[in-house]
């Protein structure tokens, strides 16, 4: 017998499947019916225990090739049901898992209650209940009281701590803060040279690169506590085309003047619809974001979510950023237009560097 215990005292019962161990982080739900071991290697699930709300995961296997990152960043994964080649996937890498849980209520009483602390693992409930509530990460009020203190920025975690190129062709620099392959992937589609920096890299390193554009990535946390890369942005903005996905969308809206604030329960998983305002064409999306841009004056919104009305996007001149996820393609190619626009715009920009 295990248990995934919420700090509000819920207890849910389980079997181990993963790896042994206790784990606790935020506790997030993801509708999506594929891609999940591209959610658990999604650097954006930095610290997070991730609810698998479809009933049977590992149904088509795993391959290597479909991770996102090099590791995996879940803390752990709760299930209802789990096929063998998928929980020894957890096993071998360490993650913490559980499967026989009543998925379908625990998605019920996220939506309710919202995301929250939480602990997984063979542990007495109480014991359980304990490691939740030590869980340093999550506390968002004090985080808005003392930026940077309570709750380390998660994104300066999973950035890249070196200077890495990919591919040929008009040069974007891409500011990492927890970025997905397929994020580099889509851009070299567009025959682009891609140069991924530092989160610690300021507007002025940025722009020694020479760059055609600048894609501020996608990544975890609080965009309010990562103030040194707001300010990076707030430098860049009109000196170099600037784009943004999801937290990079964040820190765009926080360079522009405009706020940000935290989701109940967060939008993640696919089949998102959003409206572009410009043209009324509603696209399908995939997302995985707990935070929402509050809407301002300062840009235009060009995207608006028609499950809650949340920003989905801005735009103005010079920059143009979206909160879902353009490389996920559940669409599958409703969303490939961002990709395009970035490489229409390197390669018209009057700086054009090719490796």
């Given amino acids: 017998m295990a248990y995934l215990v919420l700090e509000d005292e819920t207890v849910y019962t389980g079997t181990m499947t993963g790896a042994p161990g206790v784990a606790s982080g935020e506790l997030c739900f993801t509708t999506s019916i594929t891609g999940y071991q591209e959610a658990v290697t999604d650097p954006s ?3 997070q225990v991730l609810v698998f709300s479809y009933p049977l995961i590992g149904n088509y296997g795993v391959d290597d090739r479909l991770s996102e990152s090099a590791q995996t960043h879940t803390r752990a994964a709760v299930m209802r049901q789990a096929r063998p080649a998928w929980s020894e996937w957890l096993y071998t ?3 913490v898992a559980l499967t026989e849980v ?16 939480c ?4 542990e007495d409930p109480s014991a359980l209940l304990d490691v939740a509530l030590n869980e340093p990460h999550i506390d968002f009020e004090r985080a808005q009281l003392e930026p940077g203190l309570a709750m380390p920025p998660l994104a300066l975690q999973v950035s890249t701590q ?17 970025t997905k392959r397929s994020v580099i992937k889509g851009l070299m589609d567009q025959g682009l040279e891609v140069v991924l920096v530092p989160a610690h890299f300021d507007a002025e390193a940025i722009k020694s690169l020479n760059p055609s554009a600048v894609l501020i990535g996608n990544g975890p946390g609080d965009p309010a506590q990562l103030v040194e890369q707001i300010e990076t942005v707030r430098s860049l903005l009109g000196a170099v085309p600037l784009f943004g996905i999801c937290l ?6 926080h360079a522009l003047g405009m706020r940000t604030f935290k989701l109940l329960f967060g939008h993640r998983g696919a089949n ?26 300062s840009a235009e919104i060009s995207m608006i979510s028609l499950n809650d009305g949340t920003v989905e996007g801005l735009a103005g001149e010079g920059f143009s950023s979206v909160q879902f996820h353009p ?4 669409g599958p190619s409703d969303a490939s237009w961002f990709f395009e626009e970035i490489g229409d715009t390197c390669r018209s920009a009057l700086i054009s560097t090719a490796s």
């Fill in 45 to 47: 699930y930095q610290g």
């Fill in 93 to 95: 890498r360490s993650v």
């Fill in 102 to 117: 009543d998925t379908r209520q625990l998605v019920r009483h996220i939506r309710d209650s919202g995301a929250m602390r």
């Fill in 119 to 122: 602990a997984v693992g063979a």
């Fill in 162 to 178: 070196e200077v890495l190129r990919f591919g040929s062709g008009p040069r974007v620099v891409l500011l990492d803060l927890g």
């Fill in 248 to 253: 990079g969308h964040q820190l765009l809206a």
């Fill in 272 to 297: 998102h619809p959003v409206r572009d305002t410009r043209s009324g064409r509603v696209l399908v999306t995939s997302q995985n974001h707990g935070f929402a841009v509050e809407p301002g004056d």
């Fill in 327 to 330: 490389e996920a393609s559940p």
